[in-house]
């Protein structure tokens, strides 16, 4: 089941996300949707998930790697491999 998170950080290319939510804090790689999603903007996930999966935003399903969830440290270090935020 998919639950609300928000969008804390976007990696400087814009293909990783960092979702703050009930579980925590999930690192999501955008697959050909970069750019579209940004800081607070409200999305939906399985945030238990890891691997494809999709990203809801504004009822739109998006193409995602869910690379896991951890702490606020944690997943700002893993979008940093992207570039940064």
Known sequence: M???GTVVAVSKNKAALAVS???GWTVV?????????A???????????TGSED?????EPFS???QG???R????????HWGGS
């Open 29 to 37: 790689e955008l697959i050909g949707s970069e750019g579209e999603i």
């Open 55 to 59: 990203l809801i935003f504004n009822g």
């Open 39 to 49: 800081a607070g903007d409200s999305v939906f996930g399985d945030w238990q998930a």
């Open 73 to 80: 440290q944690w997943a700002l270090g893993q979008i940093a």
């Open 21 to 23: 939510n009930e579980e």
């Open 2 to 4: 998919k639950k609300p």
């Open 69 to 71: 969830t951890g702490d």
């Open 64 to 66: 995602g790697y869910f």
